[in-house]
Nanobody, 126 residues
Framework: QVQLVESGGGSVQAGGSLTLSCVYF????????MAWFRQFPGKGRERLAR????????TYRAAAEGRFTISHDNAKNTIYLQMNNLEPEDTAGYYC???????????????????WGRGTQVTVSA
């Protein structure tokens, strides 16, 4: 029922920036937790950033804090992840996730998020 569609990935040189978008469909609850994860080849998905709706409170993984910013545009049903000063170590698949009906308190793991997009690839070259 719920659908999340990521876009905005691509290739960028180290030090550059990208903004990812996640358009969502079928979410009828006003209170939700929306998140961005990333996945390296052969590894599990790691949480980067979360935003609670509608209050807009955000939390970040330590490695992302200061470089990445998550935001929400309610009118466009879109979650964004602005990524600055990218490094080759940021190369990964990036995924949008959602847990409906709750804010983000205590929601940290991949298994805490039932709804997922298909991902968008980010490649950072040296």
């Amino acid at each position: 029922q719920v659908q999340l569609v990521e876009s905005g990935g691509g290739s960028v040189q180290a030090g550059g920036s990208l903004t990812l978008s996640c358009v969502y469909f079928g979410i009828t609850t006003s209170t939700n937790c929306m998140a961005w994860f990333r996945q390296f080849p052969g590894k599990g998905r790691e949480r980067l950033a979360r935003i609670s709706t509608p209050n807009g409170r955000t939390t970040y993984r330590a490695a992302a804090e200061g470089r990445f910013t998550i935001s929400h545009d309610n009118a466009k049903n879109t979650i964004y992840l602005q990524m600055n000063n990218l490094e080759p170590e940021d190369t990964a698949g990036y995924y949008c996730a959602a847990r409906l009906g709750e804010d983000c308190f205590g929601k940290t793991l991949e298994t805490d998020f039932p709804s997922w997009g298909r991902g968008t690839q980010v490649t950072v070259s040296a």
